[in-house]
């Protein structure tokens, strides 16, 4: 499974489960909404420790020594290296 492959499923399966919690939290009790942000954690965490398969540099932050910032989409080129992200 390539890098971007793993993100997309990590996106819509949050998404998804995300929907629900939501709509048990509004519908049943408020406390759904618990696990909901562990949710966002646990999924938050996963898709910024993806990372390029040749340099090993995390896909979603920004060229190393420049100023850190997260990207929201997966870049064709690795920052890093330049290697093809698939």
Known sequence: ??????YYAAVV??????MVLLVLSLEITPWFVVP?????IIFGSYTMSLKCWRCGHPVLRGR?????????????QCVSCGAQLK
């Open 13 to 18: 399966s949050w998404f998804g489960a995300g």
């Open 36 to 40: 909901l942000v562990i949710l966002m």
């Open 64 to 76: 190393p020594g420049d100023f850190w910032y997260v990207q929201a989409w997966i870049p064709a």
């Open 1 to 6: 499974m390539t890098v971007r492959q793993k």
